[in-house]
């Protein structure tokens, strides 16, 4: 099989860390985000939503969406369990590996492609054309704020963001964290669970591997 990669950029990363964390090594075609190399026709032909990571099966299925990606690699390498291993847990790391994505990975993304020089008309990945909003931007520097701050409360009194295991949601919510430096975001001094928990997640080996 076959990783479709642009290790630079932050949704790649969440899937590179995943896979270090269980010891899995996959082929990488790198694909070029500033050539715009996921909007070519053939890699389009191959995932219509034009974005970055994208698995290609020995067989040609192609998976793109970073959770059906997760949740393929869960299921054939298990251990250690990313996804969470009870029913309960299971529910959890989806609850929060999704609330990190959208209320804060693409909270960082509004304001991000809203406002970057070589983003415009490029506002949305995808594979159609958005123009920039000063708005938008604007509003997600809120909600970037407000992402801060959820997740300080989530990660008080809990070593981790789904409970006491660590997971998915954890990746994300780092990878999230360390997008909001491109905004130039930084976590509040004032979250000091959510900082506790950012170093002890970025020192693990997995995610130094792929800073
Ligand atoms: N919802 C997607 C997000 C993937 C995504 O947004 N990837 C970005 C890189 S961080 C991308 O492919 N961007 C292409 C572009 O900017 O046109 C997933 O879960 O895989």
């Given at each position: 099989m076959k990783l479709y990669d642009y290790p630079q950029a932050p949704n790649p990363r969440r899937v590179n860390i995943f896979l270090a964390e269980k010891g899995i090594a996959v082929e990488r075609v790198p694909v070029d985000l500033m050539k715009g190399e996921q909007l070519r026709p053939e890699y389009r032909a191959k995932n219509?939503?034009?974005?970055?990571?994208m698995l290609e099966l020995d067989d040609g299925t192609c998976i793109s969406q970073i959770r059906a990606i997760c949740r393929y690699f869960e299921e054939i390498?298990?251990?250690?369990a990313l996804l969470g291993s009870t029913p309960t847990e299971k529910a959890l790391c989806e609850m929060w590996d999704h609330l990190a994505f959208m209320n804060g990975l693409l909270a960082v993304a509004e304001v991000f492609r809203n406002t970057a020089k070589g983003f415009a008309d490029r506002a949305v990945v995808g594979p159609h054309s958005y123009p920039q909003s000063a708005e938008l931007a604007e509003r997600g520097r809120a909600r970037v704020g407000n992402f801060f701050a959820d997740f300080e409360q989530q990660l008080t009194g809990r070593p981790y963001v789904a409970g006491d295991f660590y997971s998915v949601a954890d990746i994300t919510t780092l990878v999230t964290c360390d997008f909001a430096k491109w905004i130039k975001a930084d976590i509040p001094a004032e979250c000091v669970n959510l900082k506790a928990w950012y170093e002890r997640v970025s020192a693990r080996p997995a995610v130094q591997a792929n800073r």
């Amino acid at each position: 099989m076959k990783l479709y990669d642009y290790p630079q950029a932050p949704n790649p990363r969440r899937v590179n860390i995943f896979l270090a964390e269980k010891g899995i090594a996959v082929e990488r075609v790198p694909v070029d985000l500033m050539k715009g190399e996921q909007l070519r026709p053939e890699y389009r032909a191959k995932n219509p939503a034009c974005d970055i990571p994208m698995l290609e099966l020995d067989d040609g299925t192609c998976i793109s969406q970073i959770r059906a990606i997760c949740r393929y690699f869960e299921e054939i390498h298990p251990q250690p369990a990313l996804l969470g291993s009870t029913p309960t847990e299971k529910a959890l790391c989806e609850m929060w590996d999704h609330l990190a994505f959208m209320n804060g990975l693409l909270a960082v993304a509004e304001v991000f492609r809203n406002t970057a020089k070589g983003f415009a008309d490029r506002a949305v990945v995808g594979p159609h054309s958005y123009p920039q909003s000063a708005e938008l931007a604007e509003r997600g520097r809120a909600r970037v704020g407000n992402f801060f701050a959820d997740f300080e409360q989530q990660l008080t009194g809990r070593p981790y963001v789904a409970g006491d295991f660590y997971s998915v949601a954890d990746i994300t919510t780092l990878v999230t964290c360390d997008f909001a430096k491109w905004i130039k975001a930084d976590i509040p001094a004032e979250c000091v669970n959510l900082k506790a928990w950012y170093e002890r997640v970025s020192a693990r080996p997995a995610v130094q591997a792929n800073r």
